[in-house]
């Protein structure tokens, strides 16, 4: 990925000898090891990638991952397979590879500290830089081929927001619809879930990250789901709120004030334009409604190799969005002890505003109990 690890060094002033991505044990796996080694399939825990500025890259990799490596590195010529057995194999690796002085580029962001010793151990003449901005802004604009996968994310997470009003039934819990959710997701093509599902029923919908339990479905409860695929390693991530009949005017009217604000937010969405621009247009919707003050989050974050992929947008978010940008647009209300509503849909920042990546019915859904 050639291009992609140029990118990545353009961001780099001044420009280190190498940069180095390091892997721990899951979950402390960096993301960004795969967006220079586009590999879709395996793990590979403890291995790591050497870039240099030319754009070429070394990786090392145990023989578990042999087979998925050598099929990556058939696609790529700037790319080198080694295989080590040990630590120590990867400690000469790293001796062989680096340059005996000057300065390299780490993601301090998330390499452990364990690793940060094995690694600066095995040369220790060199300075270690932090390369994290360098990495989270490279990333934050996709090419052609992550654009492509998140898209297909989210239209698998489309076709499973709109499966979920016909699975709502009298004493389902929400483990149970959770797990329907992620079941549907795979058999629609996803290699799996971006992050724990959630699905909040009655009250629990206050909750913004709530993890799903043994909760039944009662009549008169309303509910929020929240879930997104991964699809060759690229995230999506949808929100959509619904009514177990009998309705509760209220809780319409919250639904469909947060409709509102999500268009507004979508209406703002423009390249150039500050992440907090489309924050305050959603919050100036909500904060101008009966439920001032009852929105609590950010109304997005980016989306990519990670479900929240480095960039958050809130009310001082100052960083514009860019071209290329993938992004959540996802306001919500919350009523501590009565429920919430949340609408989540994932968007492209394009020139001239936004294309939205995730279609599924956005408005009020009630199914009768
Ligand atoms: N979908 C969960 C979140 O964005 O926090
Ligand atoms: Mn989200």
């Given at each position: 990925?050639?291009?992609?690890v140029q990118r990545?060094?353009?961001?780099?002033?001044?420009?280190?000898?190498?940069?180095?991505?390091?892997?721990?044990?899951?979950?402390?796996?960096?993301?960004?090891?795969?967006?220079?080694?586009?590999?879709?399939?395996?793990?590979?825990?403890?291995?790591?990638?050497?870039?240099?500025?030319?754009?070429?890259?070394?990786?090392?990799?145990?023989?578990?991952?042999?087979?998925?490596?050598?099929?990556?590195?058939?696609?790529?010529?700037?790319?080198?397979?080694?295989?080590?057995?040990?630590?120590?194999?990867?400690?000469?690796?790293?001796?062989?590879?680096?340059?005996?002085?000057?300065?390299?580029?780490?993601?301090?962001?998330?390499?452990?500290?364990?690793?940060?010793?094995?690694?600066?151990?095995?040369?220790?003449?060199?300075?270690?830089?932090?390369?994290?901005?360098?990495?989270?802004?490279?990333?934050?604009?996709?090419?052609?081929?992550?654009?492509?996968?998140?898209?297909?994310?989210?239209?698998?997470?489309?076709?499973?927001?709109?499966?979920?009003?016909?699975?709502?039934?009298?004493?389902?819990?929400?483990?149970?619809?959770?797990?329907?959710?992620?079941?549907?997701?795979?058999?629609?093509?996803?290699?799996?879930?971006?992050?724990?599902?959630?699905?909040?029923?009655?009250?629990?919908?206050?909750?913004?990250?709530?993890?799903?339990?043994?909760?039944?479905?009662?009549?008169?409860?309303?509910?929020?789901?929240?879930?997104?695929?991964?699809?060759?390693?690229?995230?999506?991530?949808?929100?959509?709120?619904?009514?177990?009949?009998?309705?509760?005017?209220?809780?319409?009217?919250?639904?469909?004030?947060?409709?509102?604000?999500?268009?507004?937010?979508?209406?703002?969405?423009?390249?150039?334009?500050?992440?907090?621009?489309?924050?305050?247009?959603?919050q100036r919707v909500?904060?101008?409604?009966?439920?001032?003050?009852?929105?609590?989050?950010?109304?997005?974050?980016?989306?990519?190799?990670?479900?929240?992929?480095?960039?958050?947008?809130?009310?001082?978010?100052?960083?514009?969005?860019?071209?290329?940008?993938a992004i959540t647009?996802?306001?919500?209300?919350?009523?501590?002890?009565?429920?919430?509503?949340?609408?989540?849909?994932?968007?492209?920042?394009?020139?001239?505003?936004?294309?939205?990546?995730?279609?599924?019915?956005?408005?009020?859904?009630?199914?009768?109990?």
């Amino acid at each position: 990925m050639k291009e992609r690890v140029q990118r990545i060094f353009r961001h780099l002033s001044p420009t280190p000898e190498a940069l180095v991505l390091v892997n721990s044990i899951e979950p402390h796996l960096d993301q960004s090891f795969f967006y220079v080694f586009d590999c879709p399939s395996g793990l590979f825990e403890g291995s790591a990638a050497i870039a240099l500025p030319d754009g070429s890259l070394h990786v090392s990799t145990s023989q578990l991952e042999e087979e998925s490596a050598l099929q990556a590195a058939k696609h790529d010529p700037h790319l080198d397979i080694h295989l080590v057995k040990t630590a120590d194999d990867r400690k000469k690796w790293l001796q062989k590879m680096l340059p005996a002085k000057g300065h390299i580029g780490l993601n301090f962001h998330e390499l452990t500290h364990e690793d940060f010793l094995s690694v600066s151990g095995a040369v220790p003449a060199l300075a270690w830089v932090d390369a994290s901005v360098a990495v989270r802004k490279a990333r934050r604009v996709k090419d052609a081929a992550e654009v492509e996968r998140i898209r297909e994310a989210g239209r698998i997470g489309s076709v499973v927001a709109g499966e979920i009003p016909s699975l709502l039934k009298l004493g389902i819990t929400e483990s149970e619809l959770a797990s329907e959710i992620e079941y549907r997701m795979m058999r629609t093509g996803a290699s799996g879930r971006s992050f724990q599902t959630i699905v909040g029923f009655g009250a629990h919908g206050a909750e913004p990250h709530y993890s799903p339990g043994a909760t039944p479905l009662e009549p008169g409860m309303s509910m929020v789901c929240d879930f997104g695929a991964f699809f060759r390693r690229y995230a999506s991530d949808i929100t959509r709120s619904f009514r177990f009949g009998p309705t509760d005017p209220e809780l319409k009217k919250v639904h469909e004030t947060v409709e509102r604000a999500q268009q507004a937010a979508f209406d703002a969405v423009k390249a150039g334009t500050p992440g907090k621009e489309v924050h305050l247009a959603a919050q100036r919707v909500i904060d101008a409604s009966p439920w001032k003050g009852r929105f609590t989050h950010g109304v997005g974050h980016s989306i990519g190799l990670a479900v929240h992929d480095g960039y958050g947008m809130g009310d001082s978010t100052e960083d514009p969005l860019e071209v290329g940008m993938a992004i959540t647009i996802e306001p919500g209300i919350y009523l501590p002890g009565r429920g919430g509503v949340r609408i989540e849909d994932d968007v492209l920042v394009t020139a001239s505003g936004c294309e939205i990546l995730t279609t599924a019915k956005r408005g009020y859904i009630e199914v009768p109990a």
